[in-house]
């Protein structure tokens, strides 16, 4: 018995394999925005464990320090150490902005997510987990450990607002939940940049303090003073990270902290829910908007290239009909062709997904349990792309066999 599938890809085998490439360029597509969905999850999971926290405490009705701003006095952490469960407690700020490297024949820009940490060492609340060269923060002032992503080295000089800072440490997949890479500073240099007024505004508004008549009375004594001396500080800090007993349960250790420090306490599962529900959820909709419409393209491809195919070997349809082949097998020889056709497609997009996924300026993660599933996906799309050359082939008439 003729194979119809076989024959048409000896006898065009240039043909049917270029348009397996085609098809495979279209379902790599397809793999890597799956990949970048999965990689927008993994970088809010990294994002997590990076911080070391158990408890994130922000500023009272807020979805902070991730989601929304979150501004707390950074003496708030002194209380919080004193609670029950409580082992460590850290404060930290978190500032999206532009990183100048400085000291280049070429400045360069390189957006980053700033965190503002005290210099405790490895293994405290906001601390980078692991070094890949360098050393941790030990000062108090312009010194940086930035993640390799931003493009920095060693010695590297990078300025953040108004200061200077040099680069000492190197820390590998430190990332914010939009994929910027982190750069850590000391916390008071964090303060002063994501808090502190420039200096012409603090200028302007000591100018307005010392005008308002109300400040400049009899017996306000000192007030004036004091509220020009708070605009030379910045004591705030967008959270406080806290480490709990091992073995402790998070919410019995969170409630107190909220009831008595009238804060916002986040367990991590509450975090992740966060960062995943609220944060990215725009973008996984999105995201999945466009796997639907590649692949409701990737199957209108399919069955045109194979209704084209089979609308040329009509006559050779006909005679098989004209012998008396059935028409399961005939259906069966065009399932073939389409099935072969998207195992071609499939393997190239695998191969060319796996390539360019490391191009790509933010994570792309390919899981094996995807690529399962868009294998299946794209079988069940050949067979039912296939129906309509089926069809086409089952209504030829056996006389064309004869006739033309």
């Excluded at 809010?44 to 922000?58: E, K, Q, R, Y």
């Excluded at 503002?116 to 002032?141: C, D, F, K, N, W």
């Excluded at 007030?223 to 030379?232: G, P, R, V």
């Amino acid at each position: 018995m003729i194979s119809l599938a076989g024959r048409d890809i000896l006898h065009a085998w240039g043909k049917f394999v270029f348009t397996g490439i085609g098809l495979g360029l279209l379902i790599g597509v397809t793999l890597t925005m799956a990949g970048v969905y999965r990689g927008m999850v993994d970088d809010a999971h990294v994002l997590l464990d990076n911080s070391g926290a158990d408890l994130w405490v922000v500023q009272q009705d807020t979805l902070g320090p991730y989601a929304e701003s979150s501004s707390i006095y950074d003496d708030t952490y002194r209380g919080i150490l004193g609670m029950t469960g409580v082992v460590r407690a850290a404060n930290v700020t978190y500032l999206t902005m532009q990183v100048r490297q400085t000291g280049v024949a070429v400045q360069r820009d390189v957006r980053a997510m700033v965190v503002g940490i005290t210099p405790e060492g490895p293994g405290h609340p906001g601390q980078p987990s692991y070094l890949v060269a360098g050393r941790h923060i030990t000062r108090g002032h312009y010194e940086a450990v930035a993640d390799i992503a931003t493009g920095f080295a060693l010695g590297d000089r990078i300025q953040i607002r108004r200061n200077l800072f040099t680069v000492v440490g190197l820390t590998r997949r430190m990332v914010s939940s939009g994929g910027d890479p982190m750069v850590f500073i000391p916390l008071k240099d964090a303060q002063e940049a994501q808090f502190l007024k420039d200096n012409d505004a603090i200028v302007r508004q000591r100018a307005r303090t010392a005008e308002n008549q109300e400040l400049n009375r009899p017996g306000v004594p000192g007030l004036l003073e004091a509220l020009i001396a708070s605009q030379s500080t910045n004591p705030y800090v967008n959270a406080v990270l806290v480490q709990i007993q091992p073995g402790a349960d998070p919410e019995t250790v969170a409630e107190p902290i909220r009831r008595w420090k009238r804060l916002t306490v986040y367990t991590r599962a509450q975090m992740q829910e966060i960062l995943i529900a609220k944060l990215i959820a725009t973008s996984a909709k999105q995201i999945g908007m466009f796997l639907v419409i590649l692949a409701i393209v990737s199957a209108a491809v399919v069955a045109f290239i194979i209704y084209t195919l089979t609308l040329g070997k009509i006559r050779e349809i006909a005679v098989l009909k004209l012998i008396g082949t059935k028409n399961r097998t005939i259906s069966a020889m065009i399932l073939q062709q389409s099935v072969a056709l998207g195992l071609i497609g499939f393997i190239v997009g695998k191969i060319v997904a796996t390539f360019w996924a490391p191009i790509f300026p933010k994570y792309v993660l390919l899981e094996p349990g995807d690529a399962l599933r868009g294998f299946v996906a794209v079988m069940i799309i050949c067979v039912l792309a296939s129906i309509v050359a089926i069809r086409a082939a089952l209504n030829v008439d056996p006389a064309e066999a004869i006739g033309g």
